[in-house]
């Protein structure tokens, strides 16, 4: 009893995960503001996230917002910050706002049929398939710790960079 309500609870989150990932990868595509289209990036990281750990590929999931939210976007929000990006004063959405909704739904009905025409539910997954976690941790330890050190270094180079470019030009905007 109590492991088919955690299989329906497993099916009910990755639908839940998978719903708000394609919603923020929406908004995405309809906002205009740079800030608040780096959030719905960031939400739907988050989202990805959470369908790779109910996949039962922690690792990956560990990963997936350790390095995608907190490290890359990070630098690019602060990059839109340092920009100094204003926000626009027109519309708050695109033109094409209404032809995206309704895509979306044709979509997302489309899909919804399919799916309950053709494919038995999703099952849960113990994780010990072929994306298990002992083969990708030895590699990555012995092969891939030099280059993975290597961007960390190249990503603070960049955020140096951008820092003296910014000063160099507000020096020669006030002089």
């Not at 997936?64 to 340092?82: D, K, N, P, R, T």
């Not at 959405?93 to 979509?107: C, D, E, T, W």
Request: proline share 3%; hydrophobic share 60%.
């Amino acid at each position: 009893m109590i492991a088919a309500l955690l299989q329906n609870l497993d099916t009910l989150l990755l639908w839940l995960f998978a719903a708000c990932a394609f919603a923020g990868a929406a908004l995405m595509i309809v906002l205009r503001q740079p800030m608040r289209v780096a959030l719905a990036l960031i939400s739907t990281m988050v989202f990805l996230g959470g369908i790779y750990g109910l996949l039962g590929v922690h690792f990956i999931a560990a990963f997936q917002v350790l390095i995608y939210v907190g490290a890359v976007m990070v630098f690019m929000v602060y990059a839109i910050m340092l920009l100094e990006v204003r926000e626009s004063v027109g519309p708050r959405y695109s033109k094409m706002l209404i032809f995206g909704v309704v895509g979306a739904a044709l979509f997302v009905g489309a899909l919804a049929i399919s799916i309950w025409h053709s494919l038995p539910p999703p099952t849960g997954s113990t994780g010990n398939s072929a994306y298990g976690i002992e083969k990708f941790s030895v590699a990555f330890l012995n092969e891939y710790w030099l280059q993975f050190e290597l961007t960390s270094v190249l990503l603070v180079g960049a955020v140096v960079a951008a820092l003296a470019v910014i000063k160099v030009s507000r020096r020669s905007q006030h002089g």
